[in-house]
């Protein structure tokens, strides 16, 4: 029997083993010439080819072709839809768990690193995205609603929701709440939970550090109002991220990004001035997103303990 050339059995960059035996390679020759090449293994029973960075969307059409039944999910799907996820741990965004739904119902294999769900999943639910099967975005944030945790679900959902920069590209919103609750409306599990964590949903929340921000202060009582426009002097306009505004309290929420700029910065403070400049405003603190995530209860003090004097 005549093997093809490896190069002709190459889907997407990664090699099957089992496709280049049944191509009529012997096994001790294909392994041979694979690690002379320098080709790499994604997983066992699949390489990718010389040159290629094994990043998530190799390791999800690697994990896909050796399982063809499996569909990228959860938070695996969010990331290819460039919705962002809530991961303040530097590891798991190198090392990120890769997520599937089998509509099959019947995959039992132990994974390292990959996590299969066996739940339901219609596929009008399904779509081609980079080359992968993927869940459609409502039922990647339905899933995500229904597993939880809250927060976590939430930054995505207000990710999807809103207008976002996200790995320096401006991104336009995903998918409408409407939509969502057609979603959620499948009798799964968490799905009563779900809904209600929805309805908790703001569309207008700039960033995963605002949407954890706002969260903290809900549960403790406190209900800003949200992406507040104001009127700065000399006719421009500028958004407050939260505005108490009966008590004059106005808080804004910073990304983890140094400006890195004198010029940048000139434009915060004149932001900053500007803002304490408008009527609404007698008070402004401002929090960095690692305060936000690390150490919510100093957030929630001084907020309190401002209010309150």
Not at 98 to 104: A, R, S, T, V, Y
Not at 121 to 139: H, K, W, Y
Not at 263 to 292: G, K, M
């Amino acid at each position: 029997m005549e093997r093809a050339k490896l190069g002709e059995l190459i889907e997407g960059g990664v090699l099957l083993t089992s496709r280049a035996l049944g191509a009529g390679w012997a096994r001790v020759l294909l392994f041979r010439r694979l690690r002379s090449e320098g080709w790499t293994q994604v997983r066992s029973g699949a390489w990718a080819e010389p040159g290629r960075n094994v990043d998530l969307a190799m390791q999800l059409k690697a994990t896909q072709l050796v399982n063809p039944q499996l569909v990228v999910s959860h938070r695996s799907a969010a990331r290819l839809w460039r919705i962002e996820i809530l991961n303040t741990d530097t590891r798991a965004q190198q090392l990120p768990e890769l997520e599937f739904i089998d509509p099959e119902l019947s995959f039992r294999q132990a994974v390292a690193g990959v996590r299969v769900r066996r739940i339901p999943l219609a596929e009008t639910e399904v779509v081609q995205r980079s080359g992968l099967r993927v869940t459609d975005v409502p039922r990647t944030l339905a899933d995500l609603l229904r597993a939880g945790p809250r927060d976590d679900a939430l930054v995505a959902v207000e990710s999807a929701l809103g207008y976002r920069n996200v790995g320096g590209v401006r991104r336009a919103p995903l998918t409408a709440p409407a939509a969502l609750s057609v979603a959620l409306e499948a009798p799964f599990r968490g799905a009563a939970r779900a809904r209600r964590w929805l309805g908790l949903a703001d569309r207008h929340t700039g960033s995963p550090a605002e949407t954890v921000a706002r969260l903290h202060m809900l549960d403790a009582g406190l209900r800003p109002e949200t992406q507040v426009e104001l009127q700065v002097p000399g006719g421009g306009r500028r958004f407050l991220d939260f505005l108490f505004r009966k008590e004059g309290l106005a808080v804004e929420i910073e990304g983890y990004a140094y400006h890195g700029t004198r010029e940048a910065h000139r434009r915060d403070v004149t932001r900053f001035n500007q803002i304490l400049q408008c009527p609404e405003v007698r008070t402004l603190l401002r929090y960095t997103a690692e305060v936000v995530f690390h150490h919510p209860a100093q957030i929630l003090q001084e907020i309190q303990a401002t209010l309150a004097a």
